[in-house]
């Protein structure tokens, strides 16, 4: 599973980026759990948002009513709308995968990350 993430930028507080990670997988997508991590400047990387196979979503309390994830998979793509952006969600964004479930909450597959930058 090769993973590719895009989408990120320079925007100000208070405004709304869509990051889009797009799979080339010999799984068929849908059987794929996705997820959303990031790593803040100085800081440890930190769960975001999942979106598992079989359709269950979960969020990080910090990002909960704000950014929502998706997935197309009849374009092999999931997607993080981070909406009422914050100074503190600058950070570069992962998205990452697993084939089925992740019991353990560990992923096998991760794609390059990329930028977020929130002004305030």
């Known amino acids: 599973v090769q993973l590719q993430a895009f989408g990120g930028g320079l925007v100000q507080a208070g405004d709304f980026l869509r990051l889009s990670c797009a799979a080339s997988?010999?799984?068929?997508?849908?059987?794929?759990?996705m997820a959303w991590f990031r790593r803040a400047p100085g800081k440890e990387r930190e769960f975001v948002a999942a979106l598992q196979w079989l359709g269950s979503t979960n969020y990080a309390d910090s990002v909960k009513g704000r950014f929502t994830t998706s997935r197309d998979n009849a374009e092999n793509t999931v997607y993080l709308q981070m909406d009422s952006l914050k100074p503190e969600d600058t950070a570069i964004y992962y998205c990452?995968?697993?084939?089925?479930?992740?019991?353990?909450?560990?992923?096998?597959?991760w794609g390059q990350g990329t930028l977020v930058t929130v002004s305030s």
């Open positions: 997988t010999r799984t068929t997508f849908s059987r794929l759990s």
């Open positions: 990452a995968a697993n084939i089925g479930a992740v019991p353990s909450g560990r992923y096998a597959y």
